[in-house]
DNA sequence: CAAAAAAGTTGTTCTATGTCAACGTTTTTT
DNA sequence: AAAAAACGTTGACATAGAACAACTTTTTTG
């Protein structure tokens, strides 16, 4: 049941077994099913999730209604509504599992606490940051100046994961396009 | 000459006379005259730059040799090719002080040292990551979905000291669209 | 301070892509 | 298993904004 989250804590620094179930004692297991909403766009965030199995999604809507998807989180990787969970604000962003997902949570009260008393546990959430931001980064500025067509071929190129598990609908919204557009690059290859 | 730097990290954290010193001795100080070139982008990013007076811009070029501004860091800031100085992978963006600046700056050497070796330097890391992180969001996605129009009412809205101190040639560069739609724009408020 | 270069403005034209609608297909619900 | 809802595809049409160009204004340089 924890051993996904061990063998990725392990991966990411050395920790001696005591201070790994330290750390994993803090975490308990949800499970979800499809479209559940994890977090609401007016609650303020209270958790940091670990999929052990299935796709968390973080979308917003606009004023017409209309989502938009800004990340998409697979197995064996951490999820959350960060902006709202370091800040005590209201999210103004949704969470949802997409798929039947296995989930492990820990309360943000319990994930500082980790934090500060934990050395390596803070190592890893700088390693969380960093990497959130860089791949933030890339995803979002490589897009710019690109046309519809460009986006779909840098998707297929560096996250075809994507294409496999999520609807056409919620990859044009990620990608900023609409569906039909989407559609019609795909039928050109 | 460092006293910006300083007030910058008391406000940051609670951090003895004596660690404060440790921390400023690391930065050393450079003037850099309007459009100098601080990171190519096929260099590695060795240098965390605080700025003192003046500002820094990051931007890329796309194949046809269009500059896209990315970010621009305004005084009593931090700023850097992030990825780059993490990854130490060439970084495919461009440092450049746009006007007269004073920056202090430290090596990646010793800021992980720091890092490492200076908790209250670990943590004002970790707000840096956070922060740029929600930054990073903030803009991007806030413009998601908006048309020209409401991306430039966001900049008056949310960065209004950067249409003062940035050519709009940048601030089109920076907001993705052209500088004639930019100048259309703001001729009808 | 004059000349050159860069930036800003404004009109015209052109194109990528959004929107809407109709239809077929897949998925979900009961 | 049938009905309903959501999704995907494709065509016709409309439009925001890019591209280009000509001109003016500002900035930089020698």
Request: glycine fraction near 4%.
């Amino acid at each position: 049941m924890f051993d996904i989250l061990e063998k990725f804590l392990k991966r990411k620094t050395d920790l001696d077994d005591l201070t790994l179930k330290k750390i994993i004692s803090y975490f308990k297991i949800i499970h979800t099913k499809r479209n559940q909403i994890l977090l609401n766009s007016d609650e303020i965030c209270k958790n940091y999730y670990f999929i052990n199995k299935g796709c968390i999604r973080l979308f917003t809507t606009d004023k017409e209604g209309n989502e938009n998807s800004r990340y998409f989180a697979f197995k064996e990787n951490f999820a959350t509504a960060l902006p709202s969970f370091i800040d005590q604000k209201p999210a103004e962003e949704y969470l949802q599992t997409i798929q039947k997902s296995e989930l492990l949570y820990i309360s943000r009260t319990d994930f500082y606490y980790l934090v500060k008393t934990v050395p390596q546990f803070a190592k890893i959430y700088t390693e969380i940051l960093e990497n959130g931001f860089i791949m933030a980064q890339k995803r979002i500025y490589g897009f710019q100046g690109f046309d519809a067509a460009e986006k779909v071929k840098w998707i297929i190129k560096h996250q075809p994961e994507l294409l496999l598990n999520v609807s056409n609908k919620m990859v044009a919204s990620y990608l900023g396009i609409s569906p039909s557009t989407l559609s019609r690059i795909k039928s050109r290859l």
